[in-house]
């Protein structure tokens, strides 16, 4: 899982998303020191990733918490967590 990203539109770590292969469905979402869900999303398939933005508009350099939720084509549950830095 990444663990840093820097969104500054040179196409380089520009959105912060898992890795991942042979999974059924992924949510990931993405929560701010206070602990407020500040994105999410879910996919059967590709995910996009965060751009770094809260309601349009450019969030600020710090820490943030992200939490990954999997299920394997097996019906494997994989729940993982853990902290990210935006870097301007």
Sequence with gaps: MPNAFTP?????NDTIRPV???MEFVQMSIYDTFGSLIY???SDGDIYGWDGTIEGKPAENGNYILVVKAESWNGKV???NGPITLIK
Excluded at 8 to 12: F, H, K, P, Q, S
């Design 78 to 80: 994989i729940d993982i």
């Design 20 to 22: 991942f292969n042979c």
């Design 40 to 42: 999410s999303e879910s």
């Design 8 to 12: 500054n539109v040179d196409t380089i």
